[in-house]
């Protein structure tokens, strides 16, 4: 977050935080999609004994 002084910091930190917050929750859903997908993958295996 770049600002020359404390008040442009303090300007600039909402949208800041605001932007980081989006980019945070967009990679979490991606990694729960990943997450579903790998246990649909999983569970649709079918287990024989022995193996």
Do not use: H, Y
């Amino acid at each position: 977050m770049p600002a020359n002084n404390l008040t442009e910091a303090i300007a600039t930190f909402p949208q800041a935080m605001e932007t980081e917050m989006a980019r945070l929750v967009q990679e979490l859903q991606k990694m729960q999609a990943e997450e579903q997908k790998t246990q649909r993958q999983n569970d649709s295996r079918i287990i024989v004994p022995g193996r």
